[in-house]
């Protein structure tokens, strides 16, 4: 079993900045990847961003050039900078973790809120 602890969520206006963190604890020697996803309410959990372990990132078209996803393999965190925040990245974030870059893998964190106040 693999757990994923969050945190850095919060309010901020719109143009502004937040970073999310994530750290994986347990069996974690065989996690490929790991990364953000997001759901705002009434909508389905989308991808935000991932990253491997060779560093190797994706990222959604709607976050692109504006969130940054950097992984330490050392710590077992996987950080997401997110600069120029819309009303729209409203969403609860999710940090996940597991085989897949561009899938969503079977570990989940409990997800923290990030409002943009517009």
């Known amino acids: 079993q693999v757990q994923l602890v969050e945190s850095g969520g919060g309010l901020v206006q719109s143009g502004g900045s937040l970073r999310l963190s994530c750290t994986a604890s347990g069996s974690i020697d065989n996690i490929y990847a790991m990364g953000w996803y997001r759901q705002a309410p009434g909508n389905e959990r989308k991808m935000v961003a991932g990253?491997?372990?060779?560093?190797?990132?994706h990222y959604s078209d709607p976050v692109k050039g504006r969130f940054t996803i950097s992984r330490n393999n050392a710590k077992n965190t996987v950080t997401l900078q997110m600069n120029s925040l819309k009303p729209e990245d409203t969403a609860v974030y999710y940090c996940?973790?597991?085989?897949?870059?561009?899938?969503?893998?079977?570990?989940w964190g409990q997800g923290t809120q990030v409002t943009v106040s517009s």
């Open positions: 990253i491997a372990t060779n560093g190797e990132t």
């Open positions: 996940n973790a597991g085989d897949y870059l561009y899938y969503p893998n079977k570990y």
